[in-house]
């Protein structure tokens, strides 16, 4: 699986934020996404318990150039970069708890 593209590695220059120090959840919203709101409050609550794990959460509307390059279909998708950028994990709709953390650990 990690032979795709999802190899491929973000910088903090391309997500407008620092990456975490041993991961990022990174989240592409848009405005009128109510998933996305939930999503939003379980990667922060994560993030939060998690020492070194950043959340950042991007608008995909402001962001079309990256959306594309990502192949990012719909709201809300979750990314999952270990400490370096590459991307470990990708899931499209509102995460549940457990399953972010486990995403986690293959980032970690």
Partial sequence: ????????RLTAAQLGAE?????????FSSAFCQPCRATRRTLAEVAGMV???????IDAEAHLTLVRALDISR??????????????????????????VAALGRAI
């Fill in 51 to 57: 020492d070194g794990v950043a959340h950042i959460e």
């Fill in 19 to 27: 990456l975490g120090e041993k991961a990022t959840l990174v989240q």
């Fill in 75 to 100: 709201t809300p998708t979750v990314l999952v970069l270990d400490a370096t950028g590459r991307i470990v994990r990708r899931a499209a709709g509102q995460p549940r708890t457990a399953d972010v």
């Fill in 1 to 8: 699986m990690d032979g795709q593209k999802q190899a491929e």
